[in-house]
């Protein structure tokens, strides 16, 4: 549907289908392997629940929805990872600056060590949940994060401002 509408991208893997339609990580690394495969570019997102940070197991549940991701990708030019604390997706509580930062450059390191230096040096890491007007600026400095996948601001005119903070390192 997408493809006949003309639409280039698709979102795949966010928190609300993993834990409302129980998609697996393996169902989401063969959705992108589909989405590839009809010339789509696909925007995968990733990202661990409340309980699992506080558990301590924020890379290892990261990796393995990377893995399942990393494994179906022909192509890395035609995806951005996208990592959505699910805590912090709609509820007003954005991840620390340092937090983004933190779990993006593992992300990357993630990639350096399992794909390659070419490919984690390429690929757009960005970040989502609650990002605003008054937040993006901080979160756009951190050194992995490229860019932000916003819900409920892109609604609002702050939505220039973000935009406008997540193009200053491509200028
Ligand atoms: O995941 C998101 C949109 O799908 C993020 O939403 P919010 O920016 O409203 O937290």
Request: charge should be negative.
């Amino acid at each position: 549907m997408l493809v006949n509408l003309s639409i280039p991208w698709v979102i795949i893997g966010h928190s609300e289908r993993r834990a409302l339609l129980n998609e697996s990580n393996e169902f989401v690394g063969d959705k992108v392997a589909y989405a590839l495969s009809q010339g789509l570019k696909v925007i995968a997102c990733i990202g661990e629940t409340l309980e699992e940070r506080e558990s301590g197991s924020t890379m290892a549940v990261v990796a393995a929805q990377t893995k399942a991701i990393a494994g179906k990708v022909t192509n890395w030019d035609n995806v951005v990872l996208a990592y959505e604390p699910v805590w912090a997706i709609g509820t007003g509580k954005v991840a620390t600056p340092a937090q983004a930062q933190e779990v993006h450059c593992e992300l990357r390191k993630w990639l350096h060590e399992n794909v390659g230096g070419d490919i984690a040096a390429s690929t757009r890491i960005i970040y989502g949940g609650s990002v605003n007007g008054a937040n993006c600026k901080e979160l756009a400095a951190q050194p992995d994060v490229d860019g932000f996948l916003v819900g409920g601001a892109s609604l609002k005119p702050e939505f220039v401002d973000i935009i406008k903070a997540a193009m200053v390192k491509k200028n």
